[in-house]
Protein backbone atom coordinates (compact mmCIF):
# COMPACT_ATOMS: atom_id res chain seq x y z
CA UNK A 1 0.00 0.00 0.00
CA UNK A 2 0.92 3.28 -0.90
CA UNK A 3 0.39 6.23 1.40
CA UNK A 4 0.54 9.87 -1.11
CA UNK A 5 -1.15 11.96 1.94
CA UNK A 6 -0.81 10.64 4.94
CA UNK A 7 -2.58 12.01 7.65
CA UNK A 8 -0.32 12.95 10.63
CA UNK A 9 0.12 10.89 13.49
CA UNK A 10 -2.02 13.05 16.04
CA UNK A 11 -4.57 12.47 13.54
CA UNK A 12 -4.18 8.93 13.05
CA UNK A 13 -4.23 9.04 16.92
CA UNK A 14 -7.68 11.30 17.18
CA UNK A 15 -8.92 8.65 14.21
CA UNK A 16 -8.27 5.84 16.72
CA UNK A 17 -10.19 7.48 19.86
CA UNK A 18 -12.87 8.08 17.70
CA UNK A 19 -13.44 4.68 16.50
CA UNK A 20 -12.28 2.48 19.72
CA UNK A 21 -14.14 -0.77 18.40
CA UNK A 22 -12.98 -0.48 14.96
CA UNK A 23 -10.17 -3.16 14.10
CA UNK A 24 -6.68 -1.89 13.16
CA UNK A 25 -6.98 -3.27 9.25
CA UNK A 26 -10.52 -1.69 8.93
CA UNK A 27 -9.05 2.11 10.15
CA UNK A 28 -6.27 2.03 8.27
CA UNK A 29 -8.01 1.36 4.88
CA UNK A 30 -10.52 4.03 6.11
CA UNK A 31 -7.69 6.46 6.34
CA UNK A 32 -5.95 5.52 3.30
CA UNK A 33 -2.80 4.38 5.27
CA UNK A 34 -0.88 0.92 5.96
CA UNK A 35 -1.87 -0.36 9.00
CA UNK A 36 1.67 -0.31 9.82
CA UNK A 37 1.95 3.12 9.61
CA UNK A 38 -1.58 3.32 11.79
CA UNK A 39 0.47 1.28 14.62
CA UNK A 40 3.52 3.66 13.87
CA UNK A 41 1.98 6.67 14.84
CA UNK A 42 1.01 5.31 18.37
CA UNK A 43 5.11 4.80 19.31
CA UNK A 44 6.12 6.63 22.73
CA UNK A 45 2.58 6.01 23.68
CA UNK A 46 1.33 2.52 23.86
CA UNK A 47 3.88 0.97 21.21
CA UNK A 48 7.39 0.11 20.83
CA UNK A 49 9.21 -0.24 17.04
CA UNK A 50 10.62 -3.14 17.19
CA UNK A 51 13.95 -5.31 15.36
CA UNK A 52 11.68 -7.60 12.65
CA UNK A 53 14.98 -10.18 12.85
CA UNK A 54 13.14 -13.40 12.65
CA UNK A 55 16.47 -15.56 13.80
CA UNK A 56 16.56 -12.89 17.39
CA UNK A 57 12.71 -13.73 17.71
CA UNK A 58 12.80 -17.62 17.40
CA UNK A 59 15.55 -18.06 19.73
CA UNK A 60 13.31 -15.99 22.83
CA UNK A 61 9.63 -16.69 21.53
CA UNK A 62 9.02 -20.02 23.48
CA UNK A 63 10.18 -18.33 26.69
CA UNK A 64 6.47 -16.35 26.75
CA UNK A 65 4.97 -19.68 27.16
CA UNK A 66 0.99 -20.33 25.49
CA UNK A 67 0.60 -17.22 23.20
CA UNK A 68 -1.93 -17.04 20.29
CA UNK A 69 -0.47 -17.11 16.59
CA UNK A 70 -2.23 -15.25 13.77
CA UNK A 71 -1.14 -15.29 10.16
CA UNK A 72 -3.72 -14.07 7.84
CA UNK A 73 -4.12 -12.46 4.14
CA UNK A 74 -6.80 -10.54 2.51
CA UNK A 75 -9.62 -13.40 2.63
CA UNK A 76 -8.16 -16.01 5.64
CA UNK A 77 -7.42 -15.58 8.90
CA UNK A 78 -5.78 -18.70 10.62
CA UNK A 79 -5.20 -18.26 14.27
CA UNK A 80 -3.45 -21.13 16.77
CA UNK A 81 -2.92 -21.22 20.29
CA UNK A 82 0.31 -22.99 21.83
CA UNK A 83 3.59 -22.56 22.38
CA UNK A 84 6.40 -21.69 19.83
CA UNK A 85 8.52 -24.67 20.30
CA UNK A 86 11.54 -26.89 17.91
CA UNK A 87 12.21 -23.45 15.65
CA UNK A 88 14.63 -23.91 12.98
CA UNK A 89 16.40 -20.67 11.77
CA UNK A 90 17.06 -20.60 7.55
CA UNK A 91 18.35 -17.74 6.10
CA UNK A 92 16.06 -17.86 3.47
CA UNK A 93 13.39 -19.81 5.43
CA UNK A 94 12.84 -20.80 8.74
CA UNK A 95 10.27 -23.27 10.41
CA UNK A 96 8.16 -23.67 13.64
CA UNK A 97 7.61 -27.31 13.59
CA UNK A 98 5.56 -27.88 17.19
CA UNK A 99 2.71 -29.51 17.69
CA UNK A 100 0.01 -26.43 17.69
CA UNK A 101 2.39 -23.74 16.19
CA UNK A 102 3.40 -24.70 12.95
CA UNK A 103 4.69 -21.85 10.45
CA UNK A 104 7.13 -21.16 7.60
CA UNK A 105 8.75 -17.84 7.81
CA UNK A 106 10.05 -15.76 4.99
CA UNK A 107 12.48 -13.11 6.68
CA UNK A 108 13.36 -10.84 3.67
CA UNK A 109 9.51 -9.92 3.68
CA UNK A 110 9.33 -8.87 7.45
CA UNK A 111 10.20 -5.34 7.57
CA UNK A 112 8.84 -3.70 10.85
CA UNK A 113 7.46 -4.91 14.26
CA UNK A 114 5.90 -3.29 17.25
CA UNK A 115 5.08 -4.25 20.36
CA UNK A 116 1.51 -3.48 21.31
CA UNK A 117 -0.05 -2.72 24.22
CA UNK A 118 -4.02 -2.05 24.22
CA UNK A 119 -6.38 -1.33 26.73
CA UNK A 120 -9.73 -3.12 27.03
CA UNK A 121 -11.59 -2.25 30.08
CA UNK A 122 -9.59 -3.41 33.16
CA UNK A 123 -7.57 -5.53 31.06
CA UNK A 124 -4.17 -4.51 29.12
CA UNK A 125 -3.89 -6.51 25.35
CA UNK A 126 -0.10 -7.32 24.99
CA UNK A 127 0.72 -8.20 21.37
CA UNK A 128 3.89 -8.52 18.46
CA UNK A 129 2.90 -7.11 14.84
CA UNK A 130 5.34 -7.89 12.22
CA UNK A 131 4.59 -6.13 8.49
CA UNK A 132 6.27 -6.06 5.01
CA UNK A 133 8.25 -3.36 3.51
CA UNK A 134 4.81 -1.87 2.19
CA UNK A 135 3.21 -1.87 6.21
CA UNK A 136 0.88 -5.07 5.73
CA UNK A 137 0.38 -7.63 8.25
CA UNK A 138 2.93 -10.71 7.86
CA UNK A 139 2.43 -11.90 11.62
CA UNK A 140 1.16 -11.21 14.98
CA UNK A 141 1.33 -13.06 18.47
CA UNK A 142 -0.89 -12.19 21.18
CA UNK A 143 -0.46 -13.03 25.03
CA UNK A 144 -2.80 -14.57 26.81
CA UNK A 145 -3.93 -15.03 30.86
CA UNK A 146 -1.07 -18.15 30.62
CA UNK A 147 1.48 -16.16 29.07
CA UNK A 148 4.89 -15.17 30.41
CA UNK A 149 5.03 -11.60 30.93
CA UNK A 150 8.48 -11.02 32.46
CA UNK A 151 9.52 -12.63 29.64
CA UNK A 152 7.84 -11.04 26.79
CA UNK A 153 8.72 -7.85 28.68
CA UNK A 154 12.66 -8.78 28.51
CA UNK A 155 11.98 -9.74 24.82
CA UNK A 156 10.73 -6.27 23.71
CA UNK A 157 13.54 -4.67 25.46
CA UNK A 158 16.03 -7.00 23.68
CA UNK A 159 14.25 -6.07 20.28
CA UNK A 160 13.71 -2.42 20.68
CA UNK A 161 15.21 -0.16 18.15
CA UNK A 162 16.38 3.35 18.98
CA UNK A 163 14.11 4.88 16.10
CA UNK A 164 10.83 5.42 17.71
CA UNK A 165 9.67 7.85 15.38
CA UNK A 166 5.84 7.50 14.48
CA UNK A 167 6.36 8.23 10.82
CA UNK A 168 6.78 5.28 8.95
CA UNK A 169 8.70 5.13 6.23
CA UNK A 170 7.14 2.61 3.58
CA UNK A 171 8.53 0.81 0.42
CA UNK A 172 6.80 -0.27 -2.90
CA UNK A 173 6.85 -4.55 -3.09
CA UNK A 174 8.21 -5.82 -5.95
CA UNK A 175 5.59 -7.12 -8.87
CA UNK A 176 5.02 -10.42 -8.99
CA UNK A 177 6.85 -12.03 -11.93
CA UNK A 178 5.40 -11.30 -14.99
CA UNK A 179 3.13 -13.74 -16.63
CA UNK A 180 5.14 -14.53 -19.86
CA UNK A 181 2.76 -17.35 -21.29
CA UNK A 182 -0.88 -17.58 -21.74
CA UNK A 183 -2.73 -20.64 -20.81
CA UNK A 184 -3.01 -21.13 -24.74
CA UNK A 185 0.83 -20.80 -24.77
CA UNK A 186 1.93 -23.22 -21.63
CA UNK A 187 3.60 -26.49 -22.21
CA UNK A 188 0.78 -28.66 -20.79
CA UNK A 189 2.52 -31.88 -21.97
CA UNK A 190 5.51 -30.93 -19.79
CA UNK A 191 3.89 -30.38 -17.29
CA UNK A 192 2.52 -33.84 -17.11
CA UNK A 193 5.69 -35.58 -17.83
CA UNK A 194 6.94 -33.62 -14.84
CA UNK A 195 4.02 -33.92 -12.92
CA UNK A 196 3.48 -37.88 -13.16
CA UNK A 197 7.15 -38.28 -12.20
CA UNK A 198 6.92 -36.35 -8.45
CA UNK A 199 8.38 -38.18 -5.56
CA UNK A 200 7.45 -35.04 -3.25
CA UNK A 201 4.95 -32.38 -3.30
CA UNK A 202 7.68 -29.71 -2.41
CA UNK A 203 8.69 -30.55 -5.93
CA UNK A 204 6.08 -28.75 -7.64
CA UNK A 205 7.27 -24.92 -7.33
CA UNK A 206 10.58 -26.02 -9.19
CA UNK A 207 8.27 -27.14 -11.68
CA UNK A 208 6.35 -24.28 -12.39
CA UNK A 209 9.12 -21.74 -12.19
CA UNK A 210 11.16 -24.03 -14.94
CA UNK A 211 8.21 -23.69 -16.89
CA UNK A 212 6.93 -20.24 -16.29
CA UNK A 213 3.48 -20.91 -15.19
CA UNK A 214 1.68 -19.82 -12.08
CA UNK A 215 0.13 -22.99 -9.65
CA UNK A 216 -3.69 -21.57 -11.04
CA UNK A 217 -2.10 -22.34 -14.37
CA UNK A 218 -0.99 -25.45 -14.04
CA UNK A 219 -4.40 -27.31 -12.25
CA UNK A 220 -6.30 -25.90 -15.41
CA UNK A 221 -4.16 -27.60 -17.92
CA UNK A 222 -3.31 -30.89 -15.88
CA UNK A 223 -5.95 -32.69 -16.77
CA UNK A 224 -8.82 -33.85 -15.13
CA UNK A 225 -6.91 -37.46 -13.59
CA UNK A 226 -4.44 -34.97 -11.62
CA UNK A 227 -7.26 -31.65 -11.27
CA UNK A 228 -10.92 -31.08 -11.60
CA UNK A 229 -13.03 -28.19 -10.49
CA UNK A 230 -15.15 -28.19 -7.77
CA UNK A 231 -18.71 -26.74 -6.95
CA UNK A 232 -19.01 -23.56 -5.25
CA UNK A 233 -20.00 -25.11 -2.05
CA UNK A 234 -17.71 -28.18 -1.42
CA UNK A 235 -15.31 -26.53 0.53
CA UNK A 236 -18.19 -25.70 3.46
CA UNK A 237 -19.07 -29.81 2.88
CA UNK A 238 -15.90 -30.59 3.14
CA UNK A 239 -15.28 -28.97 6.55
CA UNK A 240 -18.96 -29.33 7.73
CA UNK A 241 -17.93 -33.56 6.78
CA UNK A 242 -14.39 -33.67 9.03
CA UNK A 243 -16.30 -32.19 11.95
CA UNK A 244 -18.71 -34.73 11.79
CA UNK A 245 -16.62 -37.94 10.79
CA UNK A 246 -13.61 -36.57 13.05
CA UNK A 247 -11.55 -36.62 9.37
CA UNK A 248 -8.27 -34.36 10.84
CA UNK A 249 -7.00 -32.25 8.20
CA UNK A 250 -4.03 -29.94 7.59
CA UNK A 251 -5.00 -26.30 6.71
CA UNK A 252 -2.65 -23.22 5.12
CA UNK A 253 -2.97 -20.23 5.49
CA UNK A 254 -0.32 -17.90 4.26
CA UNK A 255 0.70 -13.94 2.83
CA UNK A 256 4.21 -13.15 1.48
CA UNK A 257 6.05 -13.44 4.88
CA UNK A 258 3.99 -16.72 6.67
CA UNK A 259 2.67 -19.81 6.29
CA UNK A 260 0.62 -20.99 9.10
CA UNK A 261 -0.97 -24.75 9.46
CA UNK A 262 -3.38 -26.21 11.32
CA UNK A 263 -2.91 -30.18 12.08
CA UNK A 264 -5.57 -32.35 13.44
CA UNK A 265 -9.35 -32.62 13.98
CA UNK A 266 -11.36 -29.59 13.78
CA UNK A 267 -14.87 -29.44 15.69
CA UNK A 268 -16.94 -26.10 15.28
CA UNK A 269 -17.96 -25.44 11.95
CA UNK A 270 -19.97 -22.24 11.68
CA UNK A 271 -21.38 -19.84 9.00
CA UNK A 272 -21.67 -16.07 9.78
CA UNK A 273 -22.74 -14.19 6.80
CA UNK A 274 -20.02 -14.18 4.39
CA UNK A 275 -17.77 -15.84 6.68
CA UNK A 276 -17.32 -19.42 7.38
CA UNK A 277 -15.70 -19.86 10.42
CA UNK A 278 -14.02 -22.77 12.79
CA UNK A 279 -14.07 -22.24 16.15
CA UNK A 280 -12.53 -24.51 18.55
CA UNK A 281 -10.46 -24.46 21.62
CA UNK A 282 -6.72 -24.01 19.85
CA UNK A 283 -7.33 -23.26 16.43
CA UNK A 284 -9.43 -20.67 14.58
CA UNK A 285 -10.31 -19.88 11.13
CA UNK A 286 -11.76 -17.13 9.52
CA UNK A 287 -12.72 -17.65 5.60
CA UNK A 288 -14.55 -15.20 3.15
CA UNK A 289 -15.82 -17.79 1.21
CA UNK A 290 -17.45 -14.52 -1.07
CA UNK A 291 -14.07 -13.86 -2.16
CA UNK A 292 -13.65 -17.61 -3.26
CA UNK A 293 -13.46 -17.89 -7.50
CA UNK A 294 -12.79 -21.25 -7.72
CA UNK A 295 -12.05 -24.39 -5.73
CA UNK A 296 -9.92 -27.17 -7.27
CA UNK A 297 -8.72 -30.89 -5.95
CA UNK A 298 -5.64 -31.67 -7.11
CA UNK A 299 -3.77 -35.07 -6.70
CA UNK A 300 -0.41 -35.03 -6.90
CA UNK A 301 2.26 -38.33 -6.82
CA UNK A 302 5.04 -38.77 -4.45
CA UNK A 303 7.26 -41.61 -3.20
CA UNK A 304 4.50 -42.82 -0.34
CA UNK A 305 1.66 -42.68 -3.21
CA UNK A 306 -0.79 -39.90 -4.39
CA UNK A 307 -1.90 -36.77 -1.78
CA UNK A 308 -4.87 -35.15 -2.61
CA UNK A 309 -5.41 -31.38 -1.91
CA UNK A 310 -8.56 -28.96 -1.61
CA UNK A 311 -7.13 -25.52 -3.03
CA UNK A 312 -9.62 -21.86 -2.99
CA UNK A 313 -8.35 -19.39 -5.17
CA UNK A 314 -9.32 -15.97 -5.29
CA UNK A 315 -10.19 -13.74 -8.63
CA UNK A 316 -7.14 -13.12 -9.25
CA UNK A 317 -5.53 -16.76 -9.66
CA UNK A 318 -4.12 -16.11 -6.13
CA UNK A 319 -4.26 -18.95 -3.03
CA UNK A 320 -6.62 -17.95 -0.64
CA UNK A 321 -6.53 -21.31 1.51
CA UNK A 322 -5.54 -24.97 1.10
CA UNK A 323 -6.12 -28.38 2.66
CA UNK A 324 -5.07 -31.85 2.77
CA UNK A 325 -5.79 -34.67 5.18
CA UNK A 326 -3.41 -34.78 7.80
CA UNK A 327 -0.68 -37.61 7.43
CA UNK A 328 2.34 -38.42 8.75
CA UNK A 329 6.28 -38.08 6.76
CA UNK A 330 6.70 -41.53 5.38
CA UNK A 331 2.94 -42.91 5.40
CA UNK A 332 -0.05 -43.17 3.00
CA UNK A 333 -3.06 -40.71 2.30
CA UNK A 334 -6.18 -41.52 4.47
CA UNK A 335 -8.51 -43.31 2.53
CA UNK A 336 -11.61 -41.51 4.29
CA UNK A 337 -9.69 -38.10 3.21
CA UNK A 338 -9.16 -39.20 -0.33
CA UNK A 339 -12.89 -40.91 -0.86
CA UNK A 340 -14.51 -37.53 0.74
CA UNK A 341 -12.63 -35.20 -1.86
CA UNK A 342 -13.39 -37.89 -4.45
CA UNK A 343 -16.73 -37.85 -3.47
CA UNK A 344 -17.16 -33.83 -3.52
CA UNK A 345 -19.74 -31.98 -6.57
CA UNK A 346 -17.78 -30.98 -9.04
CA UNK A 347 -18.28 -28.33 -10.86
CA UNK A 348 -19.49 -28.89 -15.11
CA UNK A 349 -16.88 -27.66 -17.38
CA UNK A 350 -17.33 -27.33 -21.12
CA UNK A 351 -15.02 -29.98 -22.72
CA UNK A 352 -11.39 -28.90 -23.17
Known sequence: ???????????IRQARADNPKMRERDLAQQLGISEAGL??????????HISPRIETFLTKIESLGEVLALTRNESAVHEKIGVYDKPVVGKHASMLLGAQIDMRLFPTSWAHGFAVEKEDGDTVRR????????????H?????????????????????????????????????????????????SGLRDRWTQMKDVHEFFA??????????????????DYAWQLDSGALAAMMHHCAQEHIPIMCFVGNRGCIQIHSGPVQSVKAMGPWIN???ETFHLHLRTDHIAEVWAVRKPTK????????????????????????????????DWRQLIEGLPRLMRAAA
Not at 165 to 171: D, K, N, P, V
Open 304 to 335: DGHVTSLEAYGSEGEMIIQFFGKRHEGAGERS
Open 127 to 138: SLQFFDAAGEAV
Open 140 to 188: KIHLRPASNLQAYNALVAKLRLDDQSQMLELALLPKPEEKTLEIGELDA
Open 278 to 280: ILD
Open 207 to 224: ILRSLKMTRHQAVQVIGQ
Open 1 to 11: MTETVRPTPEA
Open 39 to 48: IAAHCGINVV
